[in-house]
């Protein structure tokens, strides 16, 4: 069976690892193919030394798509909320959201995903978070409520995918993250944590979480999932990259025993039932790191 997919976001992180996935799952079995959108129209590069051109975004031939599977991906993320006013940022995000919806209304899509974000989870903390943190949010929850509404009319399996923490291939701008900060620190010999309270994580592939959503979609699955993985603090997160660069790195943190304790993670559960039902094996946390530092050597 021939089957399609459209992606918006495609040159993001996620979206080219979905699409990295989508192929490599695929293309042994079925035939496929994929109409990739991005702001860009860059070409993306994949495993295997495989790349993709990617289409100029242009929501009017998001219209009458015939793909059987649609993953609106494009979504102004929270580092752009710090960067543009209230206003600018809410108005770009609900354009792509009404144009998502707009081709949904027109398709005759099998199957939609959406990535959403944990932040979701927290819909109760309005009032202790930053603006951006809190507009992001409410987005983010407005995206998942909307396109489950028009998947439902349409008559559509619906994924909805809340990401935590992730860790990977495919991060253009990996120093923005914790996991990958901590490894770019280590390579000097010296590791600060900056939060002196607990923080508590949970990392998972990006490439384990999309290879789960297409098995997920092969099953003809309607589902809800949320990022998983082992939880860690951040204190033995370090520990952890000290060891894999032979326990030669210096780590220096001052922690207050009495602070908050920041613990950012999911606890449903469902991720780890269903790649259990699969035989899936997720990577480890220590393979997480071996796949983080061969991408920051790609940045020097």
Known sequence: MHKRLL???????????????FISKLESNESYSVVPYSNSGSEINL????????????????????????????????DYANDLNDSDYKSINMKLISESIQSIETSNFETIINFSSGVVSRISEKQTRSRSYN?????????????????????????????????????????KYA???????????????DSNNHVYRKFMDVSDLCNLLIEAIQDGQEES?????????????????????????????SVDFDGAIDEYYSIDGKLDSFAKKKNYRMMSLQEQIQTSKALLSQFG
Do not use: H
């Open 7 to 21: 992606i918006t976001g495609a040159t993001g992180w996620v979206g080219t690892a979905f699409i990295d996935s």
């Open 47 to 78: 495993s295997n030394e495989k790349s993709i051109q990617s289409l100029r975004y242009e929501s009017s031939k998001l219209i009458n798509s015939d793909a059987d599977i649609f993953v609106p991906a494009a979504f102004l993320t929270r």
């Open 135 to 175: 507009t992001y949010r409410d987005l983010k929850k407005y995206q998942e409520d909307a396109l489950a509404d028009a998947a439902s009319r349409l008559g559509a399996n619906f994924i909805n995918c809340r990401i935590f923490s992730i860790s990977g291939k495919f991060n253009r701008n990996p120093n």
């Open 179 to 193: 996991f990958y900060n901590l490894i770019s620190q280590a390579k000097s010999g010296k590791i600060n944590i």
């Open 225 to 253: 999932f949320e990022s998983t993985g082992e939880l860690i603090e951040l204190g033995d997160l370090a520990k952890a990259i000290n060891l894999s660069f032979g326990n030669n790195v210096d780590i220096v943190r």
